[in-house]
T-cell receptor, first 112, second 110 residues
């Protein structure tokens, strides 16, 4: 079983839709959970960062972590064509581990 | 504050040639990383460093070498380029949990 699993997509939605991007992980030692956004031919950029279970909201983006089921979600409200990108779910261990684990990411296409 | 910078942006190499990909960060981060990303695939870790003078192998280190003589710089060396090393290379730095990526170097080996 891979440490991080995401549906690669592509997920295609109309502008204005609510988008749900999901990720599962297998290692219960993961304590930090990041979402990165990667536009085509660009480096990934940090979008959201959470620690432990619960919700975190930032503008149109909400990150949700359920450690009991090892399930992570990113919700995008009022999606825009500029949100079209690949979204990478990245959990990381605590306590001196320096290597985050990258999934393949989910490709999102928001069409006008 | 430039963040993470990488040079060159694009390079074509012949099989067997050598080159160094440069990476510099101005955020005083201890941790630095090199990844490669093949088309349609995820990031694969090549090497990483937890501080000046300390480096370690990642998932796919064969064919590459690194050094970390200063906090700011983390160059990646390809000694004998092979077509399998055609990829996009990303450098990243981190203060702890989150990573900051450079714009990437696109390498084509023919």
């Amino acid at each position: 079983q891979k440490e991080v699993e995401q549906d690669p997509g592509p997920l295609s939605v109309p502008e204005g839709a609510i988008v749900s991007l999901n990720c599962t992980y297998s290692n219960s030692a993961f304590q930090y959970f990041m979402w990165y956004r990667q536009y085509s031919r660009k480096g990934p950029e940090l979008l959201m960062y959470t620690y432990s279970s619960g919700n975190k909201e930032d503008g149109r983006f909400t990150a949700q972590v359920d450690k009991s089921s090892k399930y992570i979600s990113l919700f995008i409200r009022d999606s825009q064509p500029s949100d079209s990108a690949t979204y990478l779910c990245v959990p990381k261990r605590s306590g001196g581990s320096y290597i985050p684990t990258f999934g393949r990411g989910t490709s999102l296409i928001v069409h006008p | 504050n430039a963040g993470v910078t990488q040079t060159p942006k694009f390079r074509i190499l012949k099989i067997g040639q050598s080159m160094t990909l440069q990476c510099t960060q101005d955020m005083n981060h201890n941790y630095m990383y090199w990844y490669r990303q093949d088309p349609g695939m995820g990031l694969k870790l090549i090497y990483y460093s937890v501080g000046a003078g300390i480096t370690d192998k990642g998932e796919v280190p064969n064919g590459y070498n690194v050094s970390r003589s200063t906090t700011e710089d983390f160059p990646l060396r390809l000694e004998l380029a092979a077509p399998s090393q055609t990829s996009v290379y990303f450098c990243a730095s981190s203060p702890g949990e989150t990573q900051y990526f450079g714009p990437g170097t696109r390498l084509l080996v023919l």
